[in-house]
């Protein structure tokens, strides 16, 4: 996708568009409204909640969908052995995972990636919508992507989808 761009490099005008083409609207998925969910959303909607208990629990809700997205990149099968000298047959990811935060907002999400998956490899764009016509493209201002993204798999990062 960006591999050939430099970082920091803002890239054409329709780079945007090009990705809202590529999009595959059919694989969305949507986080299950649990109650724990419902909860957080309460809390984060209130008024009332002071800053302390928002950042808290915007936290925990991100960390949440962060978990989901794990679920659908590429894993292969592994074995381990337990303390009791028995194998375990579990899962590893695959490498060539990263994410890709949209400045600002999608940054607030680095943190619980970095939970989940200590060494991933996490890129940045600064995105513009105009405000004049809301209904033309948004334009990137700026791009730090790794090189070989092309090649990974890649999480978006941006709460306000």
């Not at 809202?20 to 419902?38: E, F, G, M």
């Not at 959303?41 to 800053?51: A, D, E, K, S």
């Not at 607030?108 to 989940?116: D, I």
């Given at each position: 996708?960006s591999?050939?761009?430099a970082a920091?490099?803002?890239?054409s005008?329709?780079?945007?568009?090009c990705i809202?083409?590529?999009?595959?609207?059919?694989?969305?998925?949507?986080?299950?409204?649990?109650?724990?969910?419902?909860w957080?959303?309460?809390?984060?909607?209130?008024?009332?909640?002071?800053?302390g208990?928002?950042v808290?629990?915007?936290?925990?809700l991100?960390?949440l969908?962060i978990?989901e997205?794990?679920?659908?990149?590429p894993?292969?099968?592994k074995?381990v052995i337990t303390?009791?000298?028995?194998?375990y047959?579990?899962?590893?990811?695959?490498?060539?995972?990263?994410?890709?935060s949209?400045?600002r907002?999608g940054e607030?999400?680095?943190?619980?990636?970095?939970?989940?998956c200590?060494?991933i490899?996490?890129?940045k764009?600064?995105?513009?919508?105009?405000?004049?016509d809301p209904n033309k493209p948004?334009?990137?201002?700026?791009v730090?992507?790794p090189?070989?993204i092309?090649e990974?798999?890649v999480l978006l990062?941006?709460p306000?989808?």
């Open positions: 996708m591999s050939v761009m920091g490099t803002p890239p005008d329709n780079y945007i568009e809202a083409r590529q999009t595959d609207r059919d694989r969305l998925t949507v986080l299950r409204s649990t109650n724990q969910i419902r957080l959303q309460t809390i984060l909607r209130n008024v009332n909640t002071n800053h208990d928002f808290f629990n915007a936290d925990r991100i960390r969908v978990e997205a794990l679920n659908f990149l894993t292969c099968n074995t303390p009791k000298d028995q194998p047959e579990g899962k590893a990811f695959l490498k060539g995972n990263c994410g890709v949209i400045v907002s607030a999400m680095e943190k619980s990636l970095r939970q989940c200590r060494s490899r996490i890129g764009m600064l995105v513009r919508h105009p405000e004049e948004a334009k990137v201002i700026y730090k992507l090189p070989d092309a990974r798999n990062m941006y306000l989808m």
